[in-house]
């Protein structure tokens, strides 16, 4: 026998099927209403861009670029973040738009996973960027717009990690000064690998001190007060300073009352390498991946010729909807059933139901082979049989 046939799809790749797709429309515009009352614009910009522009600057790992050739033999990509496009839009289309300029965008990007990972190579973001503010207002105006929205979405239970990636890198570098030794703890923290991160710190020839002032980093997470452990590390002006925008962010977060789910991380380590200054990552209880990612980003506009400060964040919509509990179960619709003698009157009774906004689903009774089980996807169904009058609707 002949095996059956696979409909395969390439790695990574997801269908959405419609209780799903229902549920992530419903939250999505819930999320984009709170931005939008925020003032932010929504735009779209293209799936494909460049690979010399956009798919570099997106500072996404080459390999995870999904790549291909137009007419001209030009290198695109389809866009893995929409922080770089918006970067890119802001330069050009935008440019005579006087900063700051708030932004937002919802859009599918695309990241290419190996099979065995099992995670999605395509996932929507929505997500904002306010571009040419500097402030700590700025930092913290983002930060309270994403708690919020976080809450709006229905997730009670969640919290922020908020890093410094210009307090870390002085500190690396300050004591290992080359940025290969640099680089390699960069990235065990930026793959939450601590028993990696410590075991190559003690191969390293370091005095005690420093050794121990590396493995303190580790245990540099928690509340308020982790920023005075952090400050005992003896940072450089640069890591000092940092610490100081720190304080002065968490201060702002309470004048917004978004401090309360905030906690301090400063392994906190993006593989985005954009960002500048302050990073952060949203979690929502049960789910081990960040709902929401996001930083300042103060360098990456030089690089289209707009040179500003920049901070934003997205939300990733397939995790969040998956930290939702379930008591957001949505309505399903019902089911009216008829045979043709009375198919006016089923008609009719639909219309005004579906002005109600109540979703009703027509079906021809000769249409269906197994009654029950079509009966099961409904929360009600009505029958209008027969030429006798068979169920009041009033
Ligand atoms: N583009 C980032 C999120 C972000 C938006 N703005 C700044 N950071 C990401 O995909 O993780």
Known sequence: MSKP?????????????????????????????EMESWGYQFIQTPTLEYHDTVGEASAILDQQLFK????????????PDMTAPIARVVSSSMKN???????????????????????PAEFE???????????????AEALALMTEVIKKSGISSFTVAVGHIGFVQ???????????RTGELLRY??????????????????SSIDTQRLLKLLNLRGGADVLE????????????????ELKTLYTLLEDYDAAQNIVFDFTLFSHMSYYTGIVFEGYAAGIGAPISSGGRYDELLSRF??????????????????????????????????TPERRKEALQWAKEKREKGIKIVMQDLSGVTNVDDFSKRFDEVHYLIGSQQGEDFS
């Open 125 to 139: 973001q929505v997500g904002i960027e306010l571009i040419g503010d500097g402030t700590a207002s700025a930092e």
């Open 170 to 180: 002085e500190l690396l570098a300050e004591i290992l000064g080359n940025d290969n």
């Open 229 to 244: 452990e952090a400050a005992k590390l003896s940072p450089n002006v640069k890591g000092q300073r940092a610490l100081t």
């Open 68 to 79: 291909l050739l137009d007419m001209e033999g030009k290198t695109l990509v389809l866009r």
């Open 305 to 338: 010729d707009r040179h500003a400060p920049a901070i934003g964040f997205a939300i990733r919509m397939d995790y969040l909807i998956e930290a939702l509990d379930n008591k957001n179960e949505f309505l399903r619709p019902q089911c009216i059933l008829f």
């Open 5 to 33: 046939f696979v409909f395969e799809k390439p790695a990574g790749m997801r269908d959405t099927l419609p209780a799903f797709y229902q549920k992530n429309e419903k939250i999505k515009s819930a999320i984009k209403n």
């Open 97 to 119: 738009v006087a900063y700051p300029i708030r932004l937002a965008y919802s859009s599918p990007v695309f990241r290419a996973q190996q099979r065995e990972g099992g995670r």
């Open 189 to 206: 923290l930026n793959e939450k690998n601590y028993v990696g991160y410590a075991s190559h710190v003690k191969e390293l020839p370091l």
